[in-house]
């Protein structure tokens, strides 16, 4: 594949079983219809297919006034899920083997763009396999 195609990030145009990995960043909090997409990436994952995604994740409840902020709101904050819930979106959609990192480092970012929200997000990496690929690292079985 060359070049770019525009998409819904709900409906991709790729054929199922194209891809070996799927990596996005900052997507999540501004779908809708998180299980949707999920699903998608799963789909033109192929068998043994690596997703991995660097986003934000709610470590608590986010107090409402901060929230609905406009920094929250354009920030890639507002729309946060819990590890927990992405963890369980991962299950639903087919994969396996997720691996969900905050990194704690990333506080000190967070705090100099929107102060207090530090304490409510923190940035991660997520990473999750479709089942079915190859169990060993032979050239032969990875094909």
Not at 66 to 79: H, M, R, W
């Amino acid at each position: 594949f060359k070049g770019v195609l525009r998409g819904d990030a709900t409906k991709l145009p790729f054929a199922d079983n194209s891809f070996d990995v799927v990596i996005t960043s900052e997507v999540l909090e501004h779908i809708q219809d998180d299980v949707s997409a999920i699903a998608e990436m799963v789909r033109v994952l192929k068998p043994g297919g690596r997703l991995a995604i660097s986003d934000v994740v709610a470590l608590k409840t986010m107090p409402r006034e901060l929230a609905e902020s406009v920094e929250a709101l354009t920030g890639c904050i507002a729309g946060s899920a819990s590890i927990e819930e992405l963890r369980a979106l991962l299950v639903e959609a087919g994969f396996d083997a997720d691996q969900i990192q905050p990194r704690p480092e990333s506080r000190a970012v967070i705090a100099q763009c929107m102060p207090g929200a530090e304490d409510y997000v923190v940035s991660a990496t997520i990473e999750a396999q479709k089942p079915g690929g190859a169990s060993c690292c032979a050239p032969s079985c990875c094909s």
